[in-house]
């Protein structure tokens, strides 16, 4: 087994590291965020525009009469 000592004095005994992997992202967490939040916003829009086109009113406001 080999054993580093480091410069204050300690010693590693595990010294040896895994070899480093590279891992391709072609598309990363934002983007999958900010495409899922555009979809939203759009079904968003979309139910609106059919609620008020069948009841007069946007959402659930004109079934409660206010």
């Not at 916003?41 to 979309?46: C, E, F, Q, T, V």
Request: hydrophobic fraction near 50%; charge should be negative; glycine fraction near 10%.
């Amino acid at each position: 087994m080999t054993v580093i000592t480091e410069d204050r004095g300690r010693q590693n005994m595990f010294a040896k590291e895994p070899p480093m992997q590279v891992m391709d992202v072609s598309v990363t967490h934002n983007e999958k965020a900010e495409l899922l939040n555009g979809r939203l916003a759009m079904l968003g829009i979309l139910s609106a525009v059919i609620s008020y086109a069948f009841s007069g009113s946007i959402f659930f406001f004109g079934a409660f009469g206010i």
